[in-house]
């Protein structure tokens, strides 16, 4: 008989964090320091690192409830380990664009990973006006290789069920489907908005073909298997430096629909376009080279990998066409959830009141034009063509 001892659950501290590391052998003999640098919505982040050296090693550790609402929203700590189990796959498929991970303590939530603070998160360096020319080709090959693989396409019956058993995660696709899906079609406690938004919002909750459109969108979420999704892929999920991509906190992953990656992350760059006044541009180059590169990627790996012989390209041309459409569905979602529900973003917050009022309405208006015109819109060159 084998006993499992499991540790109480603790959250750590900037000083438990330093030992916590020295217990596993790391920095042993060193006089360390430790900054809790964590600025998302869920976790603790901890840098810890050797006095005097610059690198050192990033622990995260999830709270047992939501950092961004507090201690009333409790939260699994299972998440940790869907993070760290879809970090190591990504870590196999796309190694270049995966954090390392070295280790992860399932009972303490904990995960001990690569320290990446040389890259910036992508929103921060959007808001900058910095330049990625490398961006689009790396997000759309991470996008292909992470879907593929992990789909019906790209991987066996047996592999695919041990993903969706791996990656059951329904707790982090509840608050999803209320936050995307349901609570900024309502009038939800939940959801944070300027008053002069009012009349935009009430038209919004008014309005009954895009009730039903949000509705089919969310049994898309709810039903659709196609592949393992990251989940949760916004321009905070993001790390880069002009020639570095590396992709983040995938705590939300699950099996679910491919367009759902694709529409969060047009939305994020989406975002960008709607709050800048220079370089538009490069915004809807990397929005258009996302496309290109995942469909030619994704194409080319089916071509080369497929383990079902599903051998017709109309088959594949048809579904892709389909990711999109779902995409447009979800970008239509998250730019409406990001500016009026519970999660917003910095790249429309930061701005100065009448500007973000004058932004927010145009986002609002082409994400109920994105939901309810997605069949025909098709594809992000059609898209972007919508953009006044
Ligand atoms: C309570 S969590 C709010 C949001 O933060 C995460 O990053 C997800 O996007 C979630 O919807
Ligand atoms: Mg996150």
């Not at 976790?43 to 009333?72: M, R, T």
């Not at 992508?122 to 789909?151: D, M, Q, V, W």
């Not at 989940?231 to 999920?237: A, I, K, M, R």
């Not at 995938?250 to 975002?271: H, K, Y």
């Amino acid at each position: 008989v084998t006993v499992i001892e499991r540790k109480e659950y603790r959250p750590l501290t900037e000083a438990t964090a330093i030992t916590y590391l020295q217990k596993l052998g790391y920095f042993k003999n060193e006089l360390c320091e430790c900054i809790e640098i964590g600025d998302g919505n869920l976790n603790l982040v901890f840098k810890v690192k050797p006095v005097g050296s610059e690198k050192g090693l990033i622990i995260k550790q999830a709270l047992p409830y939501a950092k961004v609402v507090g201690e009333s929203w409790p939260l699994t700590l299972k998440r940790a380990t869907i993070e760290s189990n879809a970090t190591k796959i990504y870590n196999e498929l796309i190694p270049l664009h995966a954090p390392k991970i070295l280790e992860h303590d399932e009972d303490q939530a904990v995960t001990v990973m690569e320290d990446l603070s040389h890259l910036q998160i992508l929103r921060k360096g959007f808001i900058e006006k910095k330049s990625y020319p490398f961006l689009a080709e790396h997000i759309g090959e991470f996008l292909a290789k992470s879907l593929f693989f992990t789909s019906d396409f790209g991987t066996s019956p047996a592999k695919k069920k041990e993903l969706e058993y791996l990656f059951n995660n329904p707790d982090l696709c509840d608050i999803t489907e209320n936050l995307v899906y349901t609570d900024p079609f309502f009038n939800s406690e939940t959801n944070s908005f300027e008053e002069d938004l009012t009349d935009e919002i009430q038209e919004l909750w008014n309005d009954a073909d895009l009730q039903i459109e949000v509705a089919k969108l969310k049994l898309d979420f709810l039903s659709k298997k196609e592949a393992l999704l990251h989940g949760d892929l916004h321009t905070g999920s993001i790390f880069v430096s002009e020639t570095e991509t590396k992709i983040i906190d995938p705590e939300f992953a699950f099996v679910g629909p491919i367009g759902f990656d694709l529409g969060q992350i047009q939305a994020n760059l989406l975002f960008q376009l709607f709050s800048r006044t220079e370089l538009k541009d490069e915004i809807i180059e990397h929005i258009l080279n996302i496309e290109k590169v995942f469909n030619e990627t994704f194409i080319q790996l089916w071509e080369e990998h497929s383990v079902r012989p599903f051998n017709q390209k109309a088959l594949i041309n048809e579904k892709l066409e389909g990711y999109w459409v779902d995409a447009i569905g979800v970008i239509g979602c998250e730019l409406i959830r990001r500016s009026i529900g519970l999660a917003h973003v910095e790249d429309i917050d930061s701005l100065e009141h009448n500007q973000k009022i004058k932004a927010k309405k145009k986002v609002l208006k082409f994400g109920v034009y994105c939901i309810k015109n997605r069949f025909t819109i098709r594809n992000i060159g059609n898209l972007l063509n919508g953009l006044e």
